[in-house]
């Protein structure tokens, strides 16, 4: 699989595989940016889902970066699977 790459620091980096997507943006780059664009685009074409986000402090992206990690839905009921077994 073809890894894919964003690094419009400040704003955005984003590091993939088609299966999941790292995605840390800055809270001042709307999701509409189109910085954030491919990242969007990669996420459409590949149909990843959303499996957990948070907000951290990052001095490199404005003060506070918002991390997202995108799985493909398969995976994504694995991890939960998982995480409810280990309850």
Partial sequence: MKLFRVAEAPWVTA???GT???VARSLACSVSDPKYLPVAAYIEDHGLVLFETAIRPEQGMYGRCEVSHYTTPEVRSLLLMNLEENR
């Fill in 20 to 22: 999941q997507l790292t």
């Fill in 15 to 17: 590091v993939g595989d």
